[in-house]
């Protein structure tokens, strides 16, 4: 190691040793300072791992709901007592069970290990990573999202199941006519929670190098030895994007159940719009 | 006459516990026959077993000269041709009062949606409900739930209504509309089957009567000859505990 080089790296301990003594002494203030710095110099890295997360758990989220009412379509389809029909249904309802209990029984952190890595050795193929966080989640929010629709289903109650085939539907036209447009509402706000935890546990994919933005964050705060202040900027962020898509499933849910009271169409030549607006009381 | 629905040694069994034992009887083109009885005594399953929402344990459906029990029959072209009301309404949450109406013409019979709204609209004028037509199910009282549901049966325009106790659920003040347009229908010519408690309506709407008690047919006849000069000790045991 020559002269130049100790200098330097002692000087380093100096400076860092300077900084640490700065935020005692200068407090609040400091790191106030430091705050705003952050957010000015690095919004637009914010922004884009922030739009990455969104993209992921957005993109996770609608996947893994369409697999979990698949999966909850499936798994109440009545079974046959006999015939070649019952031991497929009960095959597929096995794998089913595999599926489910699997992904819920392991962490998200370590099937995107497994996933990823295994991909890579076993078909010597580098997945985007972005790509393989989007089929992470949307298979381990399938996993959950399908124990979510079944208890859904189990909900509508079963009067209105045998009205449907009372006048004729089968099975799939049931579920697509009465049953499900029922367990979506049912289940929104628990796919709501869903969302949410997606958006949070998308920061565990940042092991498989997604730019999303928990790793911009350590990024940042790698870069200007400033964790506190980089991670309070993200913290805030995370909140203001949980709490907005909080804020537009209620809204969602509202206009779904529309109004409690029914205003009477005396008049048969009212519109659809007459009727609407009556029964939204203006 | 010419029977629509024939039933031939019918028996329904949940486990070990045998519900129905042997029923026989059939309902002609145009008739109305009520099935009364105490609770238990098997009639709801009955008509349950009728439509297949219940599967029989044994015995024959005839319909239309055959045999809907084989395998071969299709279940749910079958049930195109009954319509059911049930007791607990159970309208569609999901779809409006002309909604619950059209599905199942739309979905099922193939039906153009202005062709069944057409028709949808027909029926919910029978049954005075056709100012209600935008409203959910959770914004009309019983008695309409149950008018509304009966508006949906009939839509479909079946051969048979089955009716499974519709006014049990409804309060008291609410069991007159429903029996109301019941009356209406029946005066029709409509083939209807009715599981009642409501005495004075069977006596008045049917024009056969079949008493039930433990799982079989106990006595079957004109209402003169149930009400009025019942044969069967039980029947007689039976009338005097519900009309008082």
């Not at chain 1, 990823?116 to 399938?142: D, E, K, Q, R």
């Not at chain 1, 006048?167 to 447009?181: A, E, R, W």
Request: some cysteine; aromatic content about 8%; charged content about 20%.
């Amino acid at each position: 190691m020559g002269y130049a080089d100790a200098a330097t790296s002692s000087g380093d301990a100096f400076i860092d040793r300077a900084r640490r003594l700065a935020f005692l002494q200068g407090g609040a203030t400091m790191t106030l300072e430091w705050i705003f710095r952050i957010v000015e110099q690095y919004w637009p890295m914010f922004l884009r791992g922030a739009g990455i997360t969104l993209l992921i758990a957005l993109i996770g989220t609608v996947l893994g709901g369409m697999i979990g009412l698949l999966a909850g379509v499936v798994r109440t389809i009545p079974c046959p007592e006999r015939g070649v029909k019952r031991y497929l249904l009960k095959t597929i309802n096995f794998i089913l069970s595999v599926y489910i209990e699997f992904f819920r029984g392991t962490p998200m952190i370590v099937q995107a290990m497994v996933i990823f890595y295994g991909a890579a050795l076993a078909f010597g193929y580098h997945m985007n990573p972005i790509i393989a966080g989007v089929v992470i989640v949307s298979i381990n929010t399938g996993a959950y999202m399908a124990e979510i629709v079944r208890g859904g289903i189990i909900s509508v109650d079963k009067g209105q199941y045998e009205a449907a085939q009372a006048i004729g539907m089968n099975h799939i036209k049931t579920m697509i006519n009465v049953v499900m447009p029922q367990v979506i509402r049912n289940i929104l706000p628990a796919t709501g929670n869903q969302f949410i935890i997606n958006i949070k546990d998308t920061a565990v994919l940042s092991v498989i190098s997604i730019s999303e933005l928990f790793f911009v964050t350590k990024t940042i705060a790698g870069n200007n030895y400033r964790y506190f202040e980089a991670f309070f900027v993200v913290c805030i962020l995370y909140f203001i994007m949980t709490y907005t898509i909080t804020l537009i499933l209620r809204y969602i849910e509202r206009r779904m159940d529309g109004p409690d009271n029914y205003v009477m169409t005396a008049n048969q030549i009212d519109t659809a719009e007459d009727i609407k607006r009556k029964n939204q009381g203006m | 006459m010419e029977a629509v629905i024939d039933i031939q040694g019918l028996s329904k069994s949940f486990g070990s516990h045998e519900v129905l034992k042997d029923i026989n009887f059939s309902v002609n083109k145009g008739e109305v026959v009520t099935i009364i009885g105490s609770s238990g005594s098997g009639k709801s399953t009955l008509l349950r077993c009728v439509n297949l929402l219940e599967k029989p344990s044994g015995g024959k459906i005839i319909f239309n000269g055959e045999n809907i029990l084989d395998d071969k029959h299709d279940v749910h072209q079958y049930r195109k041709n009954l319509g059911m009301v049930f007791q607990q309404f159970n309208l569609f949450n999901n779809h409006n009062v002309i909604g619950n109406c059209v599905v199942g013409q739309v979905k099922v019979l193939k039906r153009s949606k202005e062709d069944a709204e057409k028709i949808a609209m027909k029926y919910l004028k029978v049954v005075g409900m056709d100012a209600y037509v935008n409203a959910k199910p959770r914004q009309l009282s019983g008695g309409q739930k149950q008018r509304v549901a009966i508006a949906r049966a009939l839509s479909m325009e079946p051969d048979v209504m089955l009716f499974d106790e519709p006014t049990s659920a409804l309060d008291p003040e609410m069991v007159g509309e429903v029996l109301k347009v019941m009356k209406e229908l029946a005066g029709t010519g409509l083939t209807m089957l009715i599981v009642t408690h409501e005495m004075e309506f069977a006596r008045e709407v049917s024009d056969r009567v079949v008493f039930m008690d433990k799982g079989v047919i106990a006595e079957e006849g004109t209402p003169e000859q149930i009400f009025n000069q019942p044969a069967q000790e039980r029947t007689k045991e039976f009338l005097k505990r519900t009309l008082k």
